[in-house]
């Protein structure tokens, strides 16, 4: 199968993901689907994870007893989460255009990873390829980072990364609302292995604390000086910024029903919490 070149860009950051971001972003992901999704379906319910990356979410799943398909474009990516989730099946699929073999009960996507299509027609063609993947009566939550929260928080400063011994990392997310598009850059240092200096190697581990986060981003917007041999790379990942309206009406054109939109708290949303909609495939609706 060959995707969209779009999707091999995804595969570079995969082995970071999976190390980093991948295991933090599952554990603060299934409080939304315990609070607005889970309790609404069978304890073994057939679920899809739409864009799952590198699969600790559909791991958490899969021992609480739900049978789990997570679909991916990045084969990188796929491959991490078949080692994290071996009870899970995957797919390497285009999230615009896809099918299952079988129908699920619900489907999720995590992460605002629908803010990856970039267009109306890509996040239409997603919204659909759901559609027909769920069963009638079927739910599907998925968040999104929207314009407002987007134009307050993404304002092109390091917002999280880390520092170890061997590598560093950081994330910096940027916004333009006056197009409804932005990026957020990773950028990655790698030792050449060369060893730190004592100093050093007890800085970057105390680094590792919550409570030091401020001097880390700190140290991170100045690390190619801390660390001139350390080879460096960047990833790139552009995103669109939807709103509520524009959602709701996709949602609708795509045959959804019962639209209900909130934050992770279950309050209307605002600038400071990404939006969660959940919606459901209607009973007796031709395909």
Request: hydrophobic residues 40%; negative net charge.
């Amino acid at each position: 199968m060959v995707l969209n070149s779009y999707y091999t860009e995804y595969d570079s950051w995969a082995w970071l993901y999976n190390q980093t971001m991948g295991p933090e972003y599952s554990v603060n992901q299934i409080r939304p689907l315990e609070n607005l999704l889970l309790p609404l379906i069978p304890n073994d319910a057939h679920l899809l994870d739409l864009c799952c990356g590198t699969g600790q979410l559909a791991h958490q799943l899969t021992e609480r007893g739900y049978r789990v398909v997570g679909l991916d474009g990045s084969s990188a990516m796929l491959d991490y989460a078949r080692q994290n989730a071996p009870q899970a099946e995957f797919v390497w699929a285009d999230a615009r255009k896809f099918n299952l073999p079988d129908q699920v009960d619900a489907a999720f996507s995590t992460s605002a990873s629908l803010n990856h299509m970039i267009s109306l027609a890509d996040l239409k063609a997603a919204l659909q390829s759901v559609y027909v993947a769920l069963r009638e009566d079927g739910l599907f939550l998925f968040d999104l980072n929207h314009p407002a929260q987007m134009s307050k928080w993404w304002s092109g400063k390091i917002v999280e990364g880390e520092i170890t011994i061997s590598y560093a990392w950081s994330l910096v997310p940027v916004y333009d609302p006056s197009q409804d598009l932005g990026y957020f850059k990773v950028s990655l240092f790698q030792s050449q292995g060369m060893r730190l200096n004592p100093f050093k190697n007890l800085l970057y581990r105390l680094l590792s604390l919550r409570w030091l986060t401020r001097l880390r981003l700190r140290l991170l917007a100045q690390f190619q000086e801390w660390e001139p041999t350390w080879q460096r790379s960047s990833m790139t990942y552009r995103v669109t910024g939807y709103s509520e309206q524009v959602i709701r009406r996709l949602l609708e054109e795509v045959g959804f029903t019962e639209i209900q939109v909130q934050t992770i708290d279950e309050t209307p949303v605002d600038a400071n919490h990404s939006a969660y909609f959940r919606c459901r495939k209607p009973v007796n609706r031709r395909e």
